[in-house]
């Protein structure tokens, strides 16, 4: 069982910053980033493997969000710079217990979330 924890959403313009955290308790494989807004399907931000540190991001956040965690302080950070209205969504922290070699990208591949942060860029 992993229980996670969200925080750090909130109200900002395009272009400001903002850094989302996930605490988690239980042992997983790598722990990922959601987000899903309004009328979309739910879709794969970023992901860190616990172990190594090793990444994965989506084509769309590549070069302005940065993934990395606290293995002392079992937190997942989300850094998101150079925020666009697009990135308007709710964000969500899941983990993948299912211990391999690669990272994964398909939300059924994780089989815990947490509750989820809002995350709203105004133009």
């Known amino acids: 069982q992993v229980q996670l924890l969200e925080s750090g959403g909130g109200l900002v313009q395009a272009g400001a910053s903002l850094r989302l955290s996930c605490v988690a308790s239980?042992?997983?494989?790598?722990v990922a980033w959601f987000r899903q807004a309004p009328g979309k399907e739910r879709e794969f931000v970023s992901a860190v493997k616990w172990s190594d540190g090793d990444t994965s991001y989506a084509d769309s956040v590549k070069g302005r969000f940065t993934i990395s965690r606290d293995n002392v302080k079992n937190t997942v950070y989300l850094q998101m710079n150079s925020l666009k209205p697009d990135d308007t969504a709710v964000y969500y922290c899941?983990?993948?217990?299912?211990?391999?070699?690669?990272?994964?990208?398909?939300?059924?591949?994780?089989?815990?979330w947490g509750q989820g942060t809002q995350v709203t860029v105004s133009s």
């Open positions: 239980g042992r997983a494989f790598s």
């Open positions: 899941a983990a993948d217990t299912q211990f391999g070699w690669y990272l994964r990208n398909r939300f059924i591949d994780y089989g815990f």
